[in-house]
């Protein structure tokens, strides 16, 4: 089974909806993130997680090709601490300790997923195409107009890719 850009997106808005430190979640823009006077969206709360579609890019050999899918979320804030002031180190080191944890979770979340070869009785995409040393955390904020922290964690996917073409899309 093919992994799928909505595949990805679905699992991630999946991780935000259940597990129990986060509070809100959607899919952002890269624009949101490098424009430092935009807010978090109205309407949602921190601990926010963001993710975005990811980027795809083939590897391995021409012979045996696959794709990187290259993902990444964010985690951000903690509810009831601020970081308004760009001074006050404890409130950084907490709300960064609180999100990294978290992003940690949601890493053994998608390793788990990973390891199990069929949900519901389908096929799971995600099936053994999870590059468990391609995680990456970096530290990230202040950002958006709310001055948040927190961490963006980046990730591989490297499923095979089927160089057969399908004779039925094509005229």
């Excluded at 890269?30 to 890019?57: C, Q």
């Excluded at 009831?80 to 979770?105: K, M, P, R, S």
Aim: charged fraction near 20%.
């Amino acid at each position: 089974m093919a992994l799928t850009h909505n595949d990805i997106i679905n699992k991630l808005a999946e991780i935000g909806e259940s597990h129990t430190g986060i509070k809100s979640h959607y899919k952002w823009n890269l624009a949101e993130f490098f424009d430092f006077s935009v807010a978090v969206r109205e309407g949602y709360n921190v601990t926010l997680m963001t993710y975005e579609s990811p980027t795809v890019v083939p590897s391995n050999e021409e012979s045996n090709l696959h794709l990187d899918w290259n993902c990444g979320f964010n985690i951000l804030g903690k509810e009831g601490v601020e970081t308004y002031e760009i001074d006050n180190q404890q409130a950084q080191n907490e709300v960064l300790n609180h999100c990294l944890e978290i992003g940690f979770e949601v890493m053994r979340k998608l390793i788990l997923d990973a390891s199990i070869p069929f949900v519901n009785n389908a096929p799971n995409p995600w099936y053994s195409v999870l590059k468990k040393l391609s995680f990456s955390f970096t530290k990230i904020g202040p950002v958006t107009a709310n001055n948040l922290y927190g961490y963006r964690c980046e990730f591989s996917l490297n499923p095979k890719f089927k160089t057969s073409v399908d004779i039925s899309k094509w005229k």
